[in-house]
């Protein structure tokens, strides 16, 4: 630091003690009372956070503008999506020059046809400093278009309707709802939605209702009486079902079905729940395709069932035998062809199977590390599939492939402007040893010129929790970090599902540690092998990514150079205990139920938070948003808090709470690159790069 910086004192929060006990063991949060939102104190003292995190970045301001100006310089401000066909119509979205916000489209019949604006979002959100608006929902006379607005970022929205033939408004308006996730029925005046408790945000009901009539009118149709299910709701591609989804993360899974036709029928069950029994479905013509992992299939294999026997296991037909080293992630079905989505050595492939002829083949992408997926597709009868690709130096890129003739068309990459050239940077595929011997696959790119001599700084990524695979994906705004010499790697540790679904269970409950110890089992391949050295080495990682950074801040402190932790989840004891908090009952599963103790004395064993010590610590930069609803606010701010009471190092220990935003940060596309510029700031400082 600078002399200036040395003089500038941090915040310091008071010590008020809260004192838990449970199991004989007792804990003791000095920083409790910081979760009081409404207390001017706490506003006080996160102000103040946010004022000196400003102080100690001052000499990196001009930098910090120069990074936002240059992330949006590569960005073609005046862009659309590649338009899907959905019934008489193709849909897309747009923005404008200098639209912060999409502007939802259609057009009637073909892609030449005059544009008719559905929603102008950039008008919605005016004099709201948040705002995100869902893509509308369809009525099946395609007339009527619903849609979930968000003000606050708490992820509660209400549920509104727009007449697309006179451009009006419906006085209709269902509050805390779950966004995107409505289902017309056939009749174009019956939707269905989902309620949310306003206080846990946990979906727990789904409600038939009518437009046109009072809220009050609205019929409840399912409610989950377990609170450690998840809620989803759809209307299924064949159209002929609304379905109805209990997910227990990774445990157990039920289906409650609604013939669309029929929206004042009672749902009924494809398959009553039963504890380790996950199942996911897609109809087709009279029978159900059904992705499964019943009797022991842990990868999942394929089934089918006719629909009028869906309920007995007898019937269920195999069509595709359980793989142990291929993962079956997805199914999408056609009137002539069933698409697969499966994950073998860590990549994803896309299997083509011919309905009536069962001959199959798989797509080819002739990249070392990549991401590819079926995108969009709501015509039932057609022979075109419409994919995703991106790689880590290859943009976004859409493709329509014909799956009889096996010719794919490039419909749209995602154009980066200033002269981007993919031929400049190069990616690789490594594997680094685990501690038990298992190989972690490492994603990473670079610009080419990169000195592998441990000079070079390199940023690590990873996520590592709830079966969520990080796969490598192109970013315009990352080009900032490799044009300054950067290395950019994802480690692909356990708790995801890039190895297959035993790689997630060996990330969860009383494996978690697996996926502390194989991030800084990775660092060390890094460091060993020359791509980089502590001296220069980062790490990244938000949400459940971010307790990822705050156990390997304890664990090894030494490795880095500086983390980058956001929206951490570092309090995991304290949350799990609290039923109040939203997601805490829905998460046991992933982390455990501390009010058993094998599970209680494991989490305290490993939560950020609980292991705090007088110790050296990196360069820290922790981000959080006041109203953030996945995890609250003040986990990070009692964390900065005990750390700086703590540490017994002079290295840099910055929070930055956004005081207006949620778990996703900014909503407008360009403030968001605000805040990645803040974190890029962060990492160029601590190297002594200002440029």
Same mark, same amino acid.
């Given at each position: 630091?600078?002399?200036?910086?040395?003089?500038?004192?941090?915040?310091?929060?008071?010590?008020?003690?809260?004192?838990?006990?449970? =199991?004989?063991?007792?804990?003791?949060?000095?920083?409790?009372?910081?979760?009081?939102?409404?207390?001017?104190?706490?506003?006080?003292?996160?102000?103040?956070?946010?004022?000196?995190?400003?102080?100690?970045?001052?000499?990196?301001?001009?930098?910090?503008?120069?990074?936002?100006?240059?992330?949006?310089?590569?960005?073609?401000?005046?862009?659309?999506?590649?338009?899907?066909?959905?019934?008489?119509?193709?849909?897309?979205?747009?923005?404008?020059?200098?639209?912060?916000?999409?502007?939802?489209?259609?057009?009637?019949?073909?892609?030449?046809?005059?544009?008719?604006?559905?929603?102008?979002?950039?008008?919605?959100?005016?004099?709201?400093?948040?705002?995100?608006?869902?893509?509308?929902?369809?009525?099946?006379?395609?007339?009527?278009?619903?849609?979930?607005?968000?003000?606050?970022?708490?992820?509660?929205?209400?549920?509104?309707?727009?007449?697309?033939?006179?451009? $009006?408004?419906?006085?209709?308006?269902?509050?805390?709802?779950?966004?995107?996730?409505?289902?017309?029925?056939?009749?174009?005046?019956?939707?269905?939605?989902?309620?949310?408790?306003?206080?846990?945000?946990?979906?727990?009901?789904?409600?038939? =209702?009518?437009?046109?009539?009072?809220?009050?009118?609205?019929?409840?149709?399912?409610?989950?009486?377990?609170?450690?299910?998840? @809620?989803?709701?759809?209307?299924?591609?064949?159209?002929?079902?609304?379905?109805?989804?209990?997910?227990?993360?990774?445990?157990?899974?039920?289906?409650?079905?609604?013939?669309?036709?029929?929206?004042?029928?009672?749902?009924?069950?494809?398959?009553?729940?039963?504890?380790?029994?996950?199942?996911?479905?897609?109809?087709?013509?009279? #029978?159900?395709?059904?992705?499964?992992?019943?009797?022991?299939?842990?990868?999942?294999?394929?089934?089918?069932?006719?629909?009028?026997?869906?309920?007995?296991? &007898?019937?269920?037909?195999?069509?595709?035998?359980?793989?142990?080293?291929?993962? @079956?992630?997805? &199914?999408?079905?056609?009137?002539? =062809?069933?698409?697969?989505?499966?994950?073998?050595?860590?990549?994803?492939?896309?299997?083509?199977?011919?309905?009536?002829?069962? $001959?199959?083949?798989?797509?080819?992408?002739?990249?070392?590390?990549?991401?590819?997926?079926?995108?969009?597709?709501?015509?039932?009868?057609?022979? &075109?599939?419409?994919?995703?690709?991106?790689?880590? !130096?290859?943009?976004?890129?859409?493709?329509?492939? /014909?799956?009889?003739?096996?010719?794919?068309?490039? @419909?749209?990459?995602?154009?980066?402007?200033?002269?981007?050239?993919?031929?400049?940077?190069?990616?690789?595929?490594?594997?680094?040893?685990?501690?038990?011997?298992?190989?972690?696959?490492?994603?990473?790119?670079?610009?080419?010129?990169?000195?592998?001599?441990?000079?070079?700084?390199?940023?690590?990524?990873?996520?590592?929790?709830?079966?969520?695979?990080?796969?490598? !994906?192109?970013?315009?705004?990352?080009?900032?970090?490799?044009?300054?010499?950067?290395?950019?790697?994802?480690?692909?540790?356990?708790?995801?599902?890039?190895?297959?679904?035993?790689?997630?269970?060996?990330?969860?409950?009383?494996?978690?540690?697996?996926?502390?110890?194989?991030?800084?089992?990775?660092?060390?391949?890094?460091?060993?092998?020359?791509?980089?050295?502590?001296?220069?080495?980062? $790490?990244?990682?938000?949400?459940?990514?971010?307790?990822?950074?705050?156990?390997?801040?304890?664990? $090894?402190?030494?490795?880095?150079?500086?983390?980058?932790?956001?929206?951490?989840?570092?309090?995991?004891?304290?949350?799990?205990?609290?039923?109040?908090?939203?997601?805490?009952?829905?998460?046991?599963?992933?982390?455990?139920?501390?009010?058993?103790?094998?599970?209680?004395?494991?989490?305290?064993?490993?939560?950020?938070?609980?292991?705090?010590? #007088?110790?050296?610590?990196?360069?820290? @930069?922790?981000?959080?948003?006041?109203?953030?609803?996945?995890?609250?606010?003040?986990?990070?701010?009692?964390?900065?808090?005990?750390?700086?009471?703590?540490? !017994?190092?002079?290295?840099?220990?910055?929070? =930055?709470? /956004?005081?207006?935003?949620?778990?996703?940060?900014?909503?407008?596309?360009?403030?968001?690159?605000?805040? &990645?510029?803040?974190?890029?700031?962060?990492?160029?400082?601590?190297?002594?790069?200002?440029?």
């Amino acid at each position: 630091m600078s002399k200036h910086q040395n003089t500038i004192q941090p915040p310091k929060a008071p010590k008020i003690s809260h004192r838990f006990e449970l =199991h004989k063991d007792v804990r003791t949060d000095d920083y409790y009372w910081l979760r009081e939102r409404e207390n001017p104190e706490v506003i006080n003292y996160l102000n103040a956070e946010n004022t000196y995190t400003e102080a100690i970045l001052a000499p990196v301001k001009e930098l910090r503008e120069k990074l936002f100006v240059e992330m949006k310089s590569r960005i073609k401000e005046q862009d659309e999506s590649v338009p899907y066909k959905a019934g008489n119509y193709y849909y897309y979205y747009r923005y404008e020059q200098g639209g912060e916000y999409p502007i939802y489209c259609r057009k009637y019949g073909a892609l030449d046809a005059a544009e008719e604006i559905m929603l102008n979002v950039n008008e919605l959100a005016e004099g709201h400093s948040y705002y995100n608006a869902t893509f509308p929902e369809m009525a099946d006379n395609e007339e009527i278009a619903a849609f979930g607005e968000d003000t606050v970022s708490r992820r509660l929205y209400t549920l509104k309707f727009k007449n697309l033939k006179t451009g $009006a408004f419906y006085p209709d308006a269902i509050p805390d709802t779950e966004g995107g996730n409505y289902a017309w029925t056939a009749d174009n005046q019956t939707i269905f939605y989902i309620r949310k408790h306003t206080d846990t945000l946990l979906g727990f009901q789904v409600w038939r =209702h009518r437009l046109g009539t009072d809220v009050s009118e609205d019929v409840l149709t399912y409610e989950e009486s377990d609170d450690q299910f998840y @809620l989803g709701l759809y209307r299924m591609k064949s159209k002929k079902f609304i379905a109805i989804v209990s997910d227990q993360n990774g445990v157990s899974t039920e289906y409650q079905l609604i013939k669309a036709d029929e929206p004042a029928s009672q749902c009924v069950s494809f398959l009553p729940r039963s504890r380790g029994h996950e199942y996911y479905i897609e109809h087709f013509e009279s #029978a159900f395709y059904v992705r499964t992992n019943l009797g022991g299939a842990t990868n999942f294999k394929l089934m089918s069932v006719a629909e009028t026997d869906h309920s007995d296991l &007898i019937q269920w037909r195999e069509l595709i035998a359980h793989r142990s080293d291929v993962y @079956l992630e997805g &199914i999408e079905a056609f009137k002539h =062809h069933l698409v697969l989505q499966e994950r073998g050595e860590g990549l994803l492939k896309i299997r083509i199977i011919d309905q009536k002829t069962h $001959a199959e083949h798989y797509l080819n992408f002739g990249e070392p590390a990549y991401t590819a997926s079926p995108g969009n597709n709501p015509d039932f009868n057609t022979t &075109i599939l419409r994919y995703g690709y991106t790689s880590l !130096t290859t943009p976004a890129s859409t493709f329509d492939y /014909d799956m009889d003739s096996r010719e794919r068309v490039l @419909l749209k990459q995602q154009e980066v402007l200033g002269g981007f050239d993919k031929e400049e940077y190069q990616t690789e595929r490594l594997f680094a040893p685990a501690r038990d011997g298992v190989l972690i696959p490492i994603s990473i790119v670079y610009k080419k010129g990169f000195q592998k001599d441990g000079s070079a700084p390199l940023l690590q990524y990873s996520y590592g929790s709830y079966g969520y695979s990080m796969d490598p !994906t192109f970013s315009g705004v990352r080009l900032s970090l490799l044009d300054r010499g950067f290395a950019f790697a994802i480690t692909h540790i356990r708790g995801g599902h890039e190895m297959g679904r035993l790689w997630y269970e060996n990330g969860k409950m009383l494996h978690k540690k697996n996926t502390f110890t194989d991030f800084i089992d990775c660092s060390q391949y890094l460091i060993q092998t020359k791509w980089t050295s502590p001296e220069s080495l980062f $790490a990244m990682g938000g949400s459940a990514g971010g307790l990822l950074m705050g156990a390997v801040a304890n664990m $090894a402190p030494q490795l880095y150079k500086g983390i980058v932790a956001q929206v951490p989840f570092v309090d995991v004891v304290t949350t799990m205990l609290d039923e109040s908090i939203p997601l805490t009952t829905g998460e046991y599963e992933e982390w455990g139920n501390p009010n058993e103790k094998i599970y209680y004395d494991y989490m305290k064993s490993y939560s950020p938070y609980d292991n705090v010590v #007088a110790q050296g610590y990196p360069n820290m @930069l922790i981000t959080t948003g006041l109203h953030d609803s996945q995890v609250q606010y003040w986990e990070p701010a009692k964390w900065i808090a005990k750390l700086r009471e703590f540490k !017994t190092d002079d290295h840099q220990l910055l929070l =930055h709470c /956004d005081m207006e935003a949620g778990h996703g940060g900014a909503s407008g596309r360009f403030k968001r690159l605000k805040d &990645i510029a803040l974190e890029y700031a962060f990492m160029l400082n601590l190297l002594g790069t200002r440029e």
